[in-house]
């Protein structure tokens, strides 16, 4: 467009040079216009971008290079901390390196910048043409973990870089130590079965009918503790690995509900309590996968029996938490859970009383398995507690639908008794 201008302009002014000189009357005075005239147009022509043959303009490189942020802005912008080291010496660190190692670590000897053995050896040694990685335990924090890349720079000076492996070591860790306890759960029965099965071997504790029973009732107890053991394992690691495919089939909660009643019957008749279905406002329907859904009722359904009170009922409530959100709470009255334990439940074989819960068949998995089934579903958990009243586990799940007919459904077992209230 600005070419074309120029253009526009030249030859106005030359057309009008010509004009003036063959219609003036002065000789002269005419040369000189057109002259003049001509300078003008070879001017505007030979201007910046006007003539033909001149280039393309660079027209977007000037203001964006102006708006380029410097290096020591970008480097700022960076999380992890970066600094680069001349000569032994910190030339340059970033706000993050600053944050990590102190504001004083610009002009110091890197030694003294990271005080860390294992860094030091290599930042005054090794092979500075080439990239190298070091772990770091303690810098900073005592239980940070570092990768310390170093990058060769040109003339000599290295690219200090320390990305923070504190998340991934901790999940490393928690697999080591997942594994460490899965054994020692499965050695603890494995053991008692074999010191029995070896006693039976011995011909006077077989002989003896009412010891062989006996025996034979630890070894089945401790064979079954076994196979739930493997069964939750198992559960948690296909949990597990659908976590990132959300369940979406349609799943009426209130017959799950009545399905674990009936599985519990047994465990509820020895408690001598009772399961007391509430439900307000409408049929809850989650999108979800059925079988992990009645698995999550259960596991709060069995420990709300397991640790409640005998002869205290149960309660599983539901109720709309805001529009689009179904709220099931299962309370019990038992001796409740002190609040230092309430943030480490869900820990896989975390444990209040490791001894109460493995003489009820605990395995210490239960709560683990709700809560990564309760996420699969896009769902969160509250656990509430006031020690010597009892506990409040509630699962929010996204809802599907809510037939709404405002009402309060009492679902007990046959035995006709009152029913205390919840709160
Ligand atoms: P467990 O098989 O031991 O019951 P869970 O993962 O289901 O394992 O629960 C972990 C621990 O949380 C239990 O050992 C118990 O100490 C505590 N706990 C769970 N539910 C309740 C409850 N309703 N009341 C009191 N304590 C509970």
């Known amino acids: 467009m600005n070419r074309l201008l120029r253009i526009l302009a030249a030859a106005t002014a ?22 003049l005239a001509g300078i003008i147009a070879l001017g505007l022509l030979a201007a910046p971008g006007g003539a033909a043959p001149v280039e393309e303009e660079p027209a977007a490189e000037g203001p964006v290079q102006s708006f380029l942020p410097s290096t020591a802005e970008v480097a700022d912008a960076v999380e992890d901390p970066v ?12 706000r993050a390196a600053k944050a990590v190692l102190g504001d004083h670590i610009v002009g110091v000897d890197v030694r003294l910048a990271i005080r860390h053995p294992a860094a030091a050896e290599r930042l005054i040694g090794g092979n500075g043409d080439e990239v190298s990685r070091t772990e770091l335990v303690g810098l900073g924090d005592r239980d940070r973990r570092w990768e310390m890349v170093l990058s060769p720079l040109p003339d000599g000076d290295r690219l200090v870089r320390l990305q923070d492996r504190s ?25 008692t079965l074999i010191g029995f099965a070896e006693t039976l071997q011995d011909d006077e504790a077989a002989g003896d009918k009412a010891t062989l029973q006996r025996f034979l009732k630890i070894m089945e107890d401790e064979a079954r503790r076994m196979q739930q053991l493997v069964d939750d394992l198992i559960s948690l690691s296909r949990i597990e690995a659908e976590r990132f495919s959300v369940p979406r089939e349609p799943v009426p909660l209130l017959p799950l509900v009545e ?12 408690k001598n309590s009772r399961i007391v279905v509430e439900q307000t406002n409408g049929e809850p329907v989650v999108p ?7 698995q999550l009722i259960q596991n709060l359904v069995v420990n709300a029996l397991k640790y409640g009170k005998p002869g205290a009922d149960v309660t599983v409530r539901f ?25 480490r439940l869900t820990e896989r074989f975390y444990r209040v009383d490791p001894g109460r819960s493995r003489s009820m068949g605990g395995t210490g998995l239960g709560l683990a398995i709700v809560k ?4 699969r579903h896009r769902g969160r958990l509250d656990i509430s507690s006031k020690p010597g009243e009892g506990s409040r586990f509630a699962v929010y799940l996204p809802a599907l639908s809510s037939k709404s007919h405002a009402t309060v459904t009492e679902v007990t077992r046959s035995s006709p008794r009152n029913v205390p209230e919840a709160d």
């Open 83 to 94: 600094m680069i080291v001349r000569d032994r010496r910190v030339i340059f660190a970033n």
């Open 288 to 294: 979800g996968d059925r079988a992990q859904l009645q």
């Open 319 to 343: 109720e709309p938490a805001g529009p689009e959100m179904i709220r099931m709470t299962v309370i019990d009255r038992g001796d409740g859970i002190a609040p230092e334990h309430l943030p």
């Open 259 to 270: 399905e674990v009643r009936n599985s519990c019957d047994r465990l509820a008749e020895e």
């Open 372 to 375: 990564h089934i309760t996420q």
């Open 14 to 35: 030359a057309g009008l040079g010509l004009l003036f000189a063959t219609s003036s009357g002065a000789p002269f005075l005419a040369a000189m216009v057109a002259v």
């Open 167 to 191: 998340d991934a070591h901790a999940s490393e860790q928690m697999r080591v130590d997942f594994v460490a306890n899965a054994s020692h759960e499965l050695r603890t029965p494995l053991a």
